[in-house]
């Protein structure tokens, strides 16, 4: 029987727990046994080696904040990149020898920040007008690092296959992804796995076979650059196919590096017939597995058993976070039985590289990488009449979402047929960052990369009115139930249902409320376009953006739905250009305020 989804609370105190008393425990020393068998020249019968953790890196390589540029600061105290991460895994290698520790990353490496976006876009890796391009910097600081294999996160699609396969030269280790398949052949993409051998003096290697498995939902997320190029089926599927293979090959240790949470939940529902959040399902399913890497879902699993449940045996599982924030460690301890090397024990922590300095090697490496970015995110490309906050975007129709609903309208509004053009135009758009800001005075590109923080593109998509009821109904799940004559309190009001802020919807373009005092489904009153109701087979261009266009977070009716427009320019582009090309940016122009949240018809703000 397949694991049922854990409670995400539920699970991710289970594992802190886990983690704390594997932390507390220390790391591994060489084993005494295996120095005084060394040391009489016997062959060791006991050997012990790590693997090294990261994911979801999405190009942080140094402790700095391009939105804000500054150092990278939270609440919690963490720190960003890799080059801090590289001094733990340097008193790792010392601690425990260069030959006992691998190092392995679970995907989302090439998207994320300015940086990423510099060397894709503005100088990218792939070269312009028949030149070389620039080494992307993760690259550099993964080979500087000696990664042995990374899995193939959803993101590394984002800027199409060209860029991935130039990042994927440019590595000295293999980007791994057994269910990535040509979508002619369904032969695999890219390497689904690679054998590395621990070398142990007398004594056999031992061998490491370490699996690579990316997100279904790339399908889905980049339909626009795979769709008819590559497939990606499930997870558990290729698991069963891989793991037999690797143990034939005589693979003393099976490790999984997933790009894949850990809850069994899937944000696009049913649109796909295999789990986004599938590596506990993989553990449970699938024989043969020591050990997973598991990346995607953001979060800190420091230590995570699930039981197989053909053989019993336990699999262990650790997720270090993202961005550099943590580094999972694997320990494991090994004995040699008639020739084969059998695992006797395995432990996983996270640790945490806020406490040391940045490695030097990559800062020397990189710098003039580092500031070729910063300059260009601190372009000015206009001005600003007034101080434009995202701080209260979550509950309130404020003008700084109006602008990013402005540049899609218009965009879209550009490109329509004559037909098309005649039906009314609308545009939906998520509050991705509660903390951006565009300022009085200068706008810069990091102002505006703040807003919108990810790479999407625009599309234009026809819905009726009862479709676009469906939708905003969908949206609004995202509020808890606040009966009336209870006061709302904004810290609890929000990410009802798990549905977080990336995948909440405002519409712009047509006038509604939210009801949060009735239950779900039943929220969207007075929806209404030019002043009269909508009617149900009302037909309206939507402007989206094409991760939801594609089936993100699993929004009814708009994946299906008749296409109007598309463009391979990022909404981000498109809102500097705008910036650009009127030189001041007045809320006057944009900010309309056409939503609101009540109770029993009462407006909360």
Excluded at 285 to 300: C, F, K, Y
Excluded at 560 to 583: F, G
Aim: glycine letters at 8%; a negative charge.
């Amino acid at each position: 029987m397949p694991l049922s989804p854990m409670n995400r609370r539920e699970f991710v105190k289970k594992s802190a727990v886990t983690g704390a008393a594997v932390a507390a425990a220390g790391t591994v020393a060489a084993a005494p046994a295996q120095a005084a068998e060394q040391k009489r020249h016997c062959p060791p019968r006991t050997w012990s080696f790590s693997i090294l953790g990261t994911t979801d890196l999405h190009s942080h390589v140094f402790d700095w904040d391009y939105y804000k540029d500054a150092a990278y600061t939270d609440k919690a105290g963490n720190s960003v990149g890799v080059a801090r991460v590289a001094t733990l895994i340097k008193q790792q290698r010392e601690a425990k020898g260069e030959d006992h520790v691998l190092l392995v990353d679970a995907g989302d490496i090439i998207q994320g920040t300015s940086l990423a976006y510099y060397f894709a876009r503005v100088a990218p890796i792939t070269g312009t007008d028949g030149k070389h391009g620039p080494k992307h910097p993760m690259a550099v600081a993964m080979n500087h690092m000696r990664y042995d294999a990374a899995a193939l996160g959803n993101h590394e699609f984002n800027y199409g296959i060209d860029t991935l396969r130039k990042f994927e030269s440019q590595c000295h280790f293999p980007l791994l992804g057994a269910n990535a398949l040509d979508a002619k052949t369904l032969r695999p993409a890219f390497h689904p796995y690679t054998v590395k051998r621990i070398r142990v003096p007398g004594a056999p290697d031992i061998k490491v076979g370490i699996l690579g498995l990316t997100n279904p939902g790339i399908a889905l997320w980049d339909k626009d650059n795979v769709s008819g190029k590559m497939v990606f089926p499930g997870l558990v599927e290729q698991a069963k196919k891989y793991v037999p293979r690797l143990r034939a090959l005589g693979c003393d240790v099976v490790f999984l590096t997933d790009h894949s949470g850990l809850d069994g939940s899937s944000s696009y529902g049913d649109a796909l017939p295999y789990v986004e959040n599938a590596s506990n399902l993989v553990a449970e399913q699938v024989p043969g597995i020591d050990a997973i890497l598991v990346g995607h879902t953001h979060v800190e699993v420091p230590s995570y058993t699930v039981k197989n449940a053909e053989t019993g045996e336990e699999v262990l599982l650790s997720e270090p976070y993202c961005w550099g924030f943590r580094l999972s460690v694997f320990d494991f301890e090994l004995e040699l039985h008639h020739g084969q090397w059998k695992v006797t024990s395995k432990k996983a922590q996270t640790l945490n590289p806020n406490t040391v300095d940045e490695d030097p090697e990559i800062k020397k490496l990189l710098e003039a990488d580092h500031e070729l970015v910063v300059k260009y995110v601190n372009t000015a490309v206009g001005t600003c009449t007034a101080d434009l906050s995202a701080a209260e975007s979550c509950w309130k129709d404020v003008p700084i979402m109006d602008f990013i609903h402005k540049v899609q309208m218009e965009s879209v509004k550009a490109g329509l047929s004559t037909a098309d053009a005649a039906l009314p135009l609308i545009s939906v758009a998520a509050p991705f960052s509660r903390t951006a800001d565009i300022p009085q005075g200068n706008v810069t590109i990091k102002d505006i990369a703040g807003l919108y923080i990810y790479d999407n593109t625009l599309y234009g998509k026809k819905l009726t009115g009862a479709q676009l009821k469906d939708y905003l109904e969908y949206a609004a799940k995202y509020y808890h139930q606040v009966p009336a004559g209870t006061k709302v309190d904004t810290a609890t009001l929000t990410n009802a249902n798990s549905f977080w802020d990336y995948m909440y919807d405002t519409a712009a373009g047509v006038d509604y409320e939210i009801d949060i005092a009735q239950p779900e489904g039943s929220r969207i009153k007075n929806l209404s376009y030019g002043g009269k109701a909508i009617a149900d087979d009302q037909v309206f261009v939507v402007a989206v953006n094409n991760y939801r266009a594609n089936g993100g977070s699993g929004y009814p009716h708009i994946a299906s739905a008749p296409n109007a427009y598309s463009s391979t320019n990022e909404i981000r582009q498109l809102m500097i250009d705008y910036v650009t090309a009127k030189k001041t940016l007045n809320p006057a122009d944009f900010a309309v305020t056409n939503w609101k949240l009540t109770q029993n018809g009462t407006p909360v703000f």
